[in-house]
């Protein structure tokens, strides 16, 4: 009777790891099939069907790496603090602070002129205290925008 037990135990243990080994590939199955596991985080898998690439979807998670969740504090508000005399310099920030890209974030976001700065980007609390600030001279426009969806509550 304890010999049936084992026996059904063991075969249950043997099915488990040949569905787990199934999840993910070798490292050298995930270069063949063009994926760098060192480097490939599942988030990137995430959006593959964004972009109509549901067939490598599967392979795609079976290489990734899980994502490390980063948590920072956030912020209620923020101020991109410009010089409107040497802007011209900086056309990504100039394209961001001119257009309507900025008004997604509503009353969230300020943008103000400050002579002889550049371009930065100022955190501030609920009392409209500044808390950080950031040097975004180099930044385009695509970069403000993911840092201010991730910052900002």
């Known amino acids: 009777m304890l010999t049936k037990y084992l026996i059904s135990f063991a075969v249950f243990l043997i099915n488990c790891l040949l569905a787990t ?16 596991v060192n480097t ?4 990137a898998c995430d ?14 998670q079976r290489c990734c790496t899980k994502d490390k969740v980063d948590t920072h504090e956030k912020f209620p508000m923020a101020q991109i603090e410009i010089c409107e005399c040497n ?3 900086f056309p990504q920030v100039n394209h961001f602070v001119k257009s309507e890209l ?7 976001l300020k943008v103000k002129h400050v002579r ?11 009392d409209g205290q500044p808390q950080r600030s950031l040097n975004v001279e180099k930044w385009d426009t695509d970069t ?3 840092f201010l969806n991730d910052w900002l509550e």
């Open 102 to 108: 900025k008004d997604q974030w509503g009353s969230k």
């Open 144 to 146: 403000i925008t993911e």
């Open 47 to 60: 959006i593959l069907t964004q972009f109509q690439l549901e067939q490598i979807l599967t392979d795609c």
């Open 21 to 36: 080994s199934e999840l993910t590939y070798t490292p050298d199955e995930c270069k063949e099939l063009g994926f760098n």
């Open 116 to 126: 002889g700065t550049l371009p930065t980007i100022v955190l501030k609390n609920h």
């Open 87 to 89: 802007l011209h310099r």
């Open 40 to 43: 490939l985080k599942c988030s």
